[in-house]
Each structure stands twice: as structure tokens, then as C-alpha cells.
């Protein structure tokens, strides 16, 4: 009966389900007795906006129109549009729930995107086709591949100069996606003990070429309370990145790993973490190890502190290079709502260079991690 809840809520298209046997006077002679599922309908058509700011990434808005059922199997059909400095995008998704199979979701979704990073610009059409097995209350695992033409003006590193080369490319880009997600956290917003592992596999063709660059990540998530009932929670997070099979040269720079930010070395812009080119452009990388450490405190019934260190480092070779390492530190306050906390961290890089801002202020919802 659990699990027949789920299935239904996993489709997203209802507002509440209820699951529940019959009373017993309803029992038949081999003494089975009816379930009865109540469900309340989320409205077919859902528009949501949203604004955002960040200091390094600058303002944002976004807008999504969703359809629900719009096919008449509980699948739901999304349009959305973002404009940033950074990231804009337009694009759909449709998800099939329990395609097939029960428990398993088929993803479709096609955008046009714009980035403009420190790093690189790109113009690109992506398409994409996933699937992703539940096979546990919160653990999946997905296969899937993905299709993406576009233009690309980097600021990449020449080895024969050893200087920055500017350069514009035509790329099409053939990608195999597999990865998967191991949950046993009590709670995805605000775990209070538990673990998580997640990992992912790439294989790509880049240009029609032979050139195979099978991008691998690995990240996992430690929580163990220490004192009774949570109150304090010591948390560790720890991410693990390489490319193997292919020159730094020849993999498109949004393929690269880049550290810094909010998601992962705190205190640093983003991108703002690892090796730089003489003009000071983010240069990237074929590997990236980094790792976090927070103390999570109650204070009374709804509001939390957190003191933290991150650290992080991007290398040219397959395997990670800690020579290089950076690390940001700072603390936090949590607000608790019922769906989860907000947080707002202050963060300082510690190995400050030229460029890098003395603090970094992070707002959002859900702990780091």
C-alpha cells in the first residue's frame, strides 16, 4: 500500500493521495478486502516566475508553464525560459511516469541555451532522452543519451605557447548518460543523519570524431549526528571527478570541470576556483576533487547555525591533483519551514588571489548539502 502511494505521488500530477484498506466488515470469504485510493487533482495548467541575485552570477528570471495529464497518462508537459548573465535558456520536457514499467520515468526535453562564463560563450541546441529507474523509496538509476550542436568562443590554453589562444568552433557532440543515486538520508531538504552516493558516466563523441571522452563523477554525502536527536550534526561531503581518453585541448570547455560557487568551494565566484590562464580566464580541467566539512547546530525550534570549510582543486592530468588545492570557510543561519530550511551562508576565500572578492553570501533553500 506504501508503495502503490508512491507510485501515485511520483507522477506529480495529484495534490494529495490517500491509500487505505476497506473496513474489515468488508472482508469476502478468502479474506481480502478492498483498497481505496482518493486522489486530488493538481490543476492541468500551472504558471510559476521566479527572480534571482547573486553577487558573481548577477539577476536572473525565470518562468516555467506547466500542463499536467496534458496526453492522458499522468505525464506532465513543462515550457520553460530563463534569461541570466550567465545561463538563458528555452526549452520542454515531457516526463512519462511508470513507462513500461512501474517506477520508471521516460524524460524527453530539447532547449536552445546561451552561456556566457568566464570560461568560454556558447550558443547550442541540446535534445535528450533519459530514463530512470526508482528501485528503492529514494534510489534510482538512469541511462539516457544526449544530442547538441553549437557555436563555441573559447579562451582555451595553447600547449604549444603555453599562452591563451582564442578560439570558435562548430561542435556536435554525441553523449551516452548513465548514472545513479543511493539515499539513505531521513530527509532530501534538511537530513539529519544517513548517507548518500551518486555517480555518473559520459561516454561522448565530439565532431563526427573517434574521440572518446567517458566524463566520470563520483559524490558522497556523510551524516552522522553527534549528540541524540540531531541537535548537532557533523556533515562531510566529498566529490570526485575525471576525463580519461582525451587531450584538455580537444574536450568542449563546458565539459571541463570548474570549481567555486555555491555547490561546491564556497567563499570563490563561480569557476573561480582552480588554475587560470595569463589573461586570468578560468582554464578547467580534466579532474576535480573536493571535499566539505559542516557543524550543524539547533538553536531553539526554528532557527539553526552552521560553521563550515570547503576545498577544492582542478587538475590537467586524469588523476586528482591536490597540489593545488583552495579552500573557502565562513558560517551560516537556517531558518526551518516545514518543507525544509532556508539558509544564508557568508563565506571567505582563504587563499585569496587577484579578482577574488573578499566575502561571498549565499542564499537558497535545503542545506549545502
Known sequence: MAELERRLLETGVYDGVGVALAPADQTDDQGLRPIIVTLT??????LEAGVSYSTTEGAGVDGIWTWHNRFGRADTLRFLARAARIDSRIGAELSLP???????????????????????????INLSADLRQRFDRTSWYSYGVGLEGGLYNETRFDPITRGPVDVERDLVILTGRGGFNLDRSNDPLD?????????????????????????????????PPLQDEGRTVLAGRLRVGSIVGAEEFVVPSDRLF???????????????????????TPRGGLSLFEASVEVRRDIGENFGAVVFVDGGAVGFEETPNLSN?????????????????????????????????????????????
Open 41 to 46: 487533482d493538481r490543476p492541468r495548467r500551472i
Open 258 to 280: 570548474y570549481s567555486g560557487g555555491g555547490g561546491s568551494v564556497r567563499g570563490y565566484a563561480y569557476q573561480g576556483v582552480g588554475p587560470r590562464l595569463t589573461d586570468n
Open 325 to 369: 588545492m583552495r579552500y573557502g570557510a565562513g558560517f551560516g543561519v537556517r531558518y526551518r519551514l516545514p518543507f525544509g530550511p532556508i539558509r544564508a551562508d557568508v563565506a571567505f576565500p582563504l587563499d585569496k588571489r587577484e579578482g577574488d572578492a573578499d566575502f561571498q553570501l549565499y542564499i537558497s533553500i535545503g542545506q549545502a548539502f
Open 191 to 223: 537530513p539529519r543523519r544517513g548517507w548518500r552516493l551518486s555517480g555518473s558516466a559520459q561516454p561522448t563523441a565530439v565532431t563526427g570524431d573517434a574521440t572518446s571522452i567517458p566524463a566520470r563523477r563520483c559524490d558522497g554525502h556523510g551524516l
Open 98 to 124: 511508470h513507462w513500461r514499467r512501474p517506477g520508471q520515468t521516460l524524460s524527453l526535453a530539447s532547449a536552445a541555451v546561451y552561456e556566457d562564463t568566464d570560461a568560454y560563450e556558447r550558443t547550442a
